[in-house]
C-alpha cells in the first residue's frame, strides 16, 4: 500500500504538484487532427488541470492559449483564429502564438498597452493524427516518435478514445498488472456476454478463464518497463517472455492487435479526476500491399462508448472491461487500503519508477523520455512480441530470436 502523502504525490497533476511538474516535462495528445478540421476551428481542451482553447488558423497551423481573454474574460473558444493568431471576438484584441498580445482596435492610436499584454500560450504539435501540446519549461524537448508515429511507407492508422472520469494512475496500473486478463478478460468477460445474450457464440457458455499464468517478468529498461509473461501451454522460448511489450513512461503502454497491428494506449490526465485515453493502431502492411496514404487530418477520432443504454459502464469487449475496471475504482483509489499481493510486482517496480522520476525533476533535471537529440528521436524502436517491423521477415523484428537479459523482478506462479 501507499502511504496517503504519497498517494497524493503520485496522482496529483495540477501546477505546483510534484507529478504535475513531471508531467510538464512531456509532449502529450489533447485532440486528433481530424476533430479540428471541420467548421468549428477551435475546441475547447483540458490537460493536467489547465483550461485551454486549442485552434487551427487559417494556414493550417494550430495553436493553444488559456481559456479566457486577458481583456474583460471572454472564453477564446469563440475567438477567431487569423493567420498570426487568435483574435477575441468580444473586442478584437490578437494574441500571437506566445499569447502576446498584438492588436488592441479599441485603444488610441500609437497606445503601447498591448505590449504589456502577455496570456499563458503552450507550443503544440501535429503527428499523424494527433495534436500533441507541452506545458512545461522551456527549452521544450522534442515530440518523441515512437516507431508507431514515425513509421511513413506501407502503414495505416486508427484512432480511438474515451473520456473517463477517474484519475489516470489506476489506468496505468492495469498495465504492469499482466495477471487480470485471465479472470477480467476471460471469465468475466464470456461470462457478461453470455448475461447479455451477445450472439450465438456465447449462448449457454460457462464462464472460462482465460490462460494461467506460469512466470512473470518485469525488467527496466531505458523507456520504462519490459513486461514478459510465460502462461500455460508456453516456455521460455516463446515470444511472450522472450520479447515481451513495453511500458512507456510515464503512461504508454504498447502491445500487439494482430494482422500486423502496433497499438499504442496512452493514458493522458486531464486533471486529477479524469483521463483521455488514446487507442492509436499503426497497422504495419506485408510488403508490396502499398497501403494507401492517409491525407493529413483524415484519421476520424471514434470515440468508444463508456456507457450503455441503461447508465451501466459497457464491458462486453476488451477496451470497455478495462475502462469498466478503472471507473469503478472510483475518481482516485485510496492506496492506502490496497492490499498487493505477489503479482502485483510490475506495479511496485513502476511506482519505484515514478519516485525516482519526480526526484530527477525536483533536482532539476530531464526524466526519462525527455529528447533533445534529433539523431536519437528519428525513429525510436520499442519491442513488441506479436506484430512485424518493417524491414524484418519476423514478428518481433530486432528483438527476434535475441535471449532477453534478466528481469529485474521474477514471480513464479507454479
Not at 108 to 137: C, F, N
Not at 191 to 204: D, F, L, P, R, Y
Amino acid at each position: 500500500m501507499l502511504s496517503q502523502q504519497d498517494n497524493e504525490r503520485y496522482t496529483r497533476v495540477g501546477k505546483g504538484t510534484p507529478m504535475g511538474e513531471l508531467m510538464r516535462r512531456y509532449w502529450h495528445p489533447i485532440a486528433g487532427t481530424s476533430q479540428m478540421m471541420g467548421e468549428d476551428p477551435t475546441m475547447a481542451v483540458r490537460l493536467l488541470g489547465e483550461d485551454l482553447v486549442l485552434y487551427r488558423t487559417p494556414d493550417n497551423e494550430f495553436g493553444l492559449i488559456e481559456q479566457r481573454c486577458a481583456h474583460r474574460g471572454v472564453d477564446l473558444l469563440y475567438g477567431i483564429p487569423e493567420k498570426e493568431g487568435i483574435r477575441c471576438c468580444y473586442h478584437g484584441w490578437l494574441y500571437d502564438f506566445n499569447g502576446q498580445c498584438l492588436e488592441q482596435p479599441s485603444e488610441p492610436t500609437g497606445s503601447t498597452y498591448k505590449d504589456k499584454i502577455r496570456m499563458t500560450a503552450y507550443p503544440v504539435q501535429e503527428l499523424h493524427g494527433l495534436i500533441w501540446a507541452y506545458l512545461g519549461p522551456q527549452p521544450a524537448p522534442l515530440l518523441p516518435r515512437w516507431d508507431v508515429f514515425a513509421w511513413e511507407e506501407n502503414v495505416t492508422r486508427r484512432i480511438q478514445a474515451s473520456t473517463l472520469p477517474c484519475n489516470w494512475l489506476q489506468c496505468v496500473d492495469n498495465a504492469l498488472d499482466p495477471t487480470h486478463f485471465e479472470h477480467l478478460h476471460g471469465y468475466y468477460g464470456t461470462w457478461i456476454n453470455a448475461q447479455k445474450g451477445q450472439g450465438e457464440e456465447w449462448a449457454n457458455r460457462l464462464p472460462q478463464r482465460a490462460k494461467h499464468h506460469l512466470k512473470l517478468g518485469f525488467e527496466r529498461f531505458e523507456h520504462g518497463v519490459i513486461k514478459r509473461r510465460v502462461t500455460a501451454g508456453i516456455d521460455e522460448t516463446h515470444p511472450d517472455w522472450q520479447t515481451g511489450h513495453p511500458i512507456v513512461f510515464p503512461y504508454t503502454l504498447k502491445i500487439g492487435g494482430g494482422e500486423g497491428a502496433h497499438r499504442f494506449l496512452l493514458r493522458v490526465p486531464i486533471d486529477d479526476e479524469h483521463t483521455w485515453y488514446v487507442r492509436y493502431t499503426t497497422t504495419v502492411h506485408p510488403p508490396g500491399a502499398n497501403a494507401p496514404a492517409q491525407a493529413f487530418g483524415s484519421i476520424p477520432v471514434e470515440e468508444h462508448p463508456l456507457y450503455d443504454e441503461k447508465g451501466r459502464l459497457v464491458s462486453t469487449d476488451v477496451p470497455g472491461q478495462d475502462q469498466m475496471t478503472w471507473v469503478a475504482q472510483g475518481p482516485i483509489v485510496d492506496r492506502t487500503r490496497e492490499n498487493l499481493g505477489v503479482t502485483d510486482a510490475g506495479i511496485i517496480l513502476y511506482r519505484k519508477l515514478v519516485e525516482e522520476n519526480l526526484r530527477i525533476v525536483e533536482d532539476g533535471g530531464d526524466p526519462m523520455n525527455t529528447f533533445r537529440d534529433p539523431a536519437q528521436n528519428e525513429c525510436i524502436l520499442l519491442p513488441n512480441e506479436a506484430a512485424p517491423f518493417p524491414g524484418f521477415d519476423e514478428p518481433g523484428g530486432p528483438w527476434f530470436g535475441v535471449a532477453p537479459r534478466k528481469p529485474d523482478v521474477e514471480v513464479s506462479l507454479l
